[in-house]
C-alpha cells in the first residue's frame, strides 16, 4: 500500500512540476509570502520568460 | 545469484527476441516482438553499459553538491525527486521526431528502422545525453554552446549557436509542413486543431484571472474541451454550411500556420503558448502510456515486410538507398542532436545527486526510444498498400485514385480504391490518398490499435482525429515557441548593430524579427507544399541531416570533455556513434547536393528542370513555378552544404585540440566547478 502510495505521490509530483505548481510553492516559501492573484502573475510570467527562452524539442 | 540469473534470462530473451526479428522472412512478426528486443537491450543498456559509463568514466560521486543543491535559488536550480527530474526530461525531449521519423522509415520495412532505432539509442542517442547532462551538471548547468565555447573555443561555440539557429528554421518548417498535409482537405481535423486555440487563451485568462496558480485544474477542463471539440469536429465535417469554411487546401493552411505562428510568437506567452504548453505535455505523456498499454493488450501483427524493395533506393516517401536515408530519417528515437540543448538546459539544474544523471539522462532517452519503436508498430500494422497509398505524394503515383492503387499494387502492395474509400469514410475524411508527412498514417495505425483496445470500427474516427489532435498539438506549441526563440537569437545579433533591435521590449524591433523568423521558415514550408514530390522528400531529409549533425557537434565537446578529465582511453564511447553520425550525414548530405538522380539530388533536379525550360517543354501557366523550383532546389543544396561546412569547421577544431592534448603540446585543463562537499539530506529530495 505504501508502495503504491509512494507512486501515486510522484506521479502527482511531476504533473504539478510539469505544470509549475512546485515551482510556485517553492516560490512562495523562499520569498515568506501568502499565495495572491497578484503574486502569482508576477511569478508566472517571470517563470514562462526563462522557459521559453530555450527551443522546444523535436 | 538470483540477480545475476536474471540478468542473464533478459540478455538471452533479447537476443533471442533481436535473432527473431532479424531472420524471420516470408510471414508476418507479432510486434510483441518488438516490445520485447527493445525491452531488454534498453535494460541491458542501462544496467551494464550506462553504469559502467557513470562509475568508470565519469566517476559519478554523489558526496559531490549539485548545481541544484550549491546555487538553490527555487527557481531554476532545486533539488529534485529523480523520478519528477525523469519524467520532466523526458516530456522535453519528447516531440513528434520519434513519431514521424519511424513512420516515414517504415518504407524500407519494419526492420532496418528497428535496428537503428534499438541500437542508435543503446549506443549512440542515450550516450549523447547520458555525457551532455553530466558535462553541464559538473559546470553549473551551461548550455551546449557555451560548453563548446570554453571546451573547444570560439570557433566552436559559434558554430554551435549557428547551427541552432539553422536547424530551428528547417525543423519549424518541416512540422508545420506535418500539419498542413494532416490538415488538407479535412474539415474535421482543421476545426477540431483551430478549437484547441480560444481552449488555450480561455485557459491563459482562467489561469491569470479567474484561478491564479491553478494550473492542474485548468488543463483538466482544457483537457474536457479539447475531447468535445473532437467530436464537434465531426458534427462540422458532416455539415454543409459549415464544412466548406473548415476544408482548406495546402497553400491555404500554410498560411493559416504561417500567420499563426507570427501572431503566437509575439503574443504574452501567458496568453496562449503556456496554457497550450502545460495541456500537450500532459496529453503526450497520457497518450504515450495509452499506446503502450493498447499495443500490450492488442499485439497486433506487423503486415509490413522486415524489409521492402525500397531499400535500393526508390521509394516513394523520400529517394535515398536505406544506407544513409534510414538513420537520418530517424534521429529522434536513435540520435537526436537537439536532446543536447535539453541535457544542458533546465534538466542538469534539478538533479539532487549526481547519480540520478544515470536514469535521467540514459534511461529517459532509452523511454523516448521506446515511443519510436510504438510509432514504428503503429505505422507497420497498417497492411502495406494502405501505408503507401497515404504516404506516396500525386507526383510519383499518380494523381487519380485509381492510378494510385494501380502503381502501388504494381510494387506488389495491392490496394484498391473502395478499401481507400472505406477507410476514409471510417475515419470521417474524403480521402487519405497523398497525405504525405507522416502523421495520418502514423494517426491511421493508433487509431487502430485503440479502436481495438475498445471501442472497435465505430470509434476508429474519433481515435484517428485525437491522434491527429495530440500531434498537432505540440506541433503548433513547437511553432509558436521556436518562432520566439528564432526571434530573441535574431534581436540578439542585431542589437550588436543597432542597440533598439536588441530590446525584446521595442515593438517595432519584435514585430520585425518576428516576421524575418516566420518568414525564413514559412518560405521553405510554402516550398514544401508546393513541390510536387510531397515537400518531404526534400525537407525531411534537410531536417535529418541537421539534427544528427548537432548530434556530432554535441559528441565533440564529449569527447572533449573526456579527455581534458584525462579519460582518453574511453574517448571510444563518445567517438564510435560520432565516427558513424559522420559517414552517415556527410554521405546523405554528399548524395543530397550531388546525385546526379533528379529525385535524390538537389542540383540534378534544378539541372533537369532548367533543361527542360531551355527546351521549351514547358507550359506557359507552368514557367514561373519551374523556376520557383529550379531555385528552391539550389537553395536546398546550398543550405545542406552550409551545414556540412559548419560540422566540418568544428570537428577540425576539435581533433586539432584533441591531438594537442594528447601529444602533450597543450595542458588538459578541466573547467568544472569545484568539489564541495553535499549536506542534502535524503528527505529534502
Not at chain 2, 508527412?437 to 485503440?450: D, N, T, V
Amino acid at each position: 500500500m505504501s508502495t503504491l502510495r509512494r507512486i501515486g505521490q510522484t506521479i502527482i509530483g511531476l504533473l504539478r512540476e510539469l505544470g509549475d505548481e512546485n515551482a510556485y510553492r517553492r516560490h512562495l516559501q523562499a520569498h515568506g509570502r501568502p499565495h495572491s492573484p497578484e503574486e502569482w502573475r508576477k511569478f508566472h510570467e517571470h517563470r514562462l520568460a526563462r522557459k521559453y527562452k530555450n527551443a522546444k524539442c523535436c | 545469484m538470483i540477480k545475476k540469473i536474471l540478468w542473464a534470462g533478459i540478455a538471452i530473451l533479447g537476443a533471442y527476441a533481436l535473432g527473431g526479428i532479424a531472420l524471420n522472412r516470408g510471414e508476418s512478426i507479432n510486434s510483441i516482438w518488438l516490445v520485447t528486443a527493445s525491452v531488454c537491450t534498453y535494460l541491458i543498456g542501462f544496467r551494464f553499459y550506462a553504469k559502467f559509463i557513470a562509475a568508470k568514466v565519469m566517476a559519478l560521486n554523489d558526496q559531490r553538491a549539485t548545481p541544484a543543491e550549491r546555487l538553490r535559488d527555487g527557481h531554476d536550480f532545486e533539488p529534485t525527486n529523480k523520478w519528477i527530474v525523469f519524467g520532466h526530461h523526458f516530456a522535453a525531449i519528447a516531440g513528434p521526431g520519434p513519431l514521424v521519423g519511424p513512420t516515414l522509415a517504415a518504407q524500407f520495412g519494419f526492420l532496418p528502422g528497428t535496428i537503428w532505432i534499438i541500437l542508435g539509442a543503446v549506443i549512440g542517442g542515450c550516450v549523447q545525453d547520458f555525457v551532455i547532462l553530466f558535462g553541464s551538471m559538473r559546470r553549473d548547468g551551461k548550455s551546449l554552446g557555451q560548453m563548446a565555447r570554453e571546451e573547444i573555443g570560439k570557433i566552436g561555440g559559434f558554430t554551435a549557436l549557428l547551427t541552432v539557429l539553422l536547424i530551428m528554421i528547417i525543423l519549424l518548417a518541416v512540422v508545420a509542413l506535418v500539419v498542413v498535409n494532416a490538415l488538407k482537405g479535412s474539415p474535421w481535423g482543421t476545426f477540431t486543431i483551430a478549437a484547441t486555440m480560444p481552449i488555450a487563451v480561455f485557459m491563459g485568462l482562467y489561469l491569470r484571472y479567474w484561478r491564479p496558480g491553478k494550473v492542474l485544474e485548468v488543463s483538466v477542463i482544457g483537457f474536457f474541451l479539447v475531447m468535445f471539440s473532437i467530436v464537434a469536429g465531426e458534427w462540422v465535417a458532416q455539415s454543409a454550411s459549415w464544412a466548406p469554411w473548415f476544408t482548406l487546401g495546402g497553400i491555404a493552411l500554410a498560411w493559416c500556420v504561417i500567420i499563426y505562428g507570427f501572431f503566437a510568437s509575439a503574443l504574452p506567452v501567458w496568453l496562449l503558448l503556456a496554457p497550450r504548453d502545460y495541456l500537450s505535455t500532459f496529453v503526450k505523456l497520457g497518450v504515450v502510456l495509452m499506446l503502450g498499454v493498447g499495443i500490450l493488450f492488442v499485439r497486433p501483427e506487423m503486415e509490413m515486410p522486415a524489409l521492402t524493395r525500397f531499400v535500393d533506393g526508390t521509394g516513394p516517401i523520400f529517394a535515398g538507398k536505406v544506407f544513409p536515408f534510414c538513420f537520418i530519417t530517424i534521429a529522434c528515437g536513435a540520435i537526436s542532436g537537439f536532446h543536447s540543448l535539453i541535457s544542458s538546459g533546465t534538466t542538469p539544474k534539478m538533479i539532487a545527486k549526481e547519480w540520478h544523471a544515470w536514469p535521467v539522462g540514459y534511461g529517459s532517452m532509452a523511454l523516448e526510444s521506446f515511443v519510436a519503436i510504438m510509432a514504428m508498430i503503429a505505422a507497420c500494422v497498417l497492411t502495406p498498400g494502405v501505408y503507401f497509398a497515404v504516404n506516396s505524394p500525386a507526383g510519383i503515383v499518380g494523381a487519380t485514385p485509381e492510378a494510385a492503387v494501380a502503381t502501388i499494387s504494381s510494387w506488389g502492395f495491392p490496394v484498391d480504391a473502395a478499401t481507400m474509400a472505406g477507410l476514409a469514410a471510417d475515419v470521417g475524411e474524403e480521402s487519405l490518398f497523398y497525405r504525405t508527412g507522416g502523421a495520418p498514417s502514423l494517426a491511421l495505425g493508433m487509431a487502430h490499435i485503440f479502436a481495438h483496445s475498445g471501442g472497435g470500427r465505430a470509434l476508429l474516427g474519433f481515435w484517428y482525429h485525437f491522434a491527429i489532435m495530440f500531434e498537432a498539438l505540440f506541433i503548433l506549441t513547437i511553432i509558436d515557441a521556436g518562432t520566439r526563440v528564432g526571434r530573441f537569437m535574431l534581436q540578439d545579433l542585431l542589437g550588436h548593430f543597432h542597440k533598439k533591435l536588441g530590446q525584446t521590449g521595442w515593438m517595432p524591433g519584435v514585430i520585425g524579427a518576428s516576421a524575418a523568423v516566420v518568414l525564413a521558415w514559412g518560405y521553405f514550408l510554402i516550398q514544401g507544399v508546393r513541390d510536387p514530390l510531397g515537400g518531404i522528400n526534400s525537407l525531411w531529409p534537410l531536417f535529418g541531416i541537421a539534427n544528427q549533425l548537432l548530434a556530432a557537434i554535441a559528441l565533440c565537446v564529449a569527447t572533449t570533455i573526456l579527455i581534458k578529465m584525462h579519460r582518453a582511453r574511453y574517448m571510444w564511447i563518445t567517438c564510435t556513434p560520432l565516427a558513424w553520425l559522420v559517414v552517415v550525414c556527410f554521405t546523405a548530405g554528399w548524395q543530397k547536393i550531388f546525385s546526379p538522380i533528379p529525385r535524390l539530388g538537389f542540383l540534378a533536379q534544378a539541372d533537369q528542370l532548367q533543361a527542360a525550360l531551355d527546351a521549351g517543354k514547358v507550359a506557359a501557366s507552368q514557367i514561373a513555378a519551374t523556376q520557383a523550383q529550379i531555385f528552391n532546389n539550389r537553395l536546398d543544396a546550398a543550405v545542406c552544404a552550409i551545414f556540412l561546412i559548419l560540422v566540418t569547421t568544428i570537428l577540425i577544431d576539435s581533433i586539432r585540440l584533441w591531438y594537442r592534448i594528447l601529444t602533450g603540446a597543450e595542458e588538459a585543463k578541466v573547467v568544472e566547478s569545484p568539489f564541495v562537499l553535499s549536506q542534502l539530506r535524503p528527505e529534502e529530495i
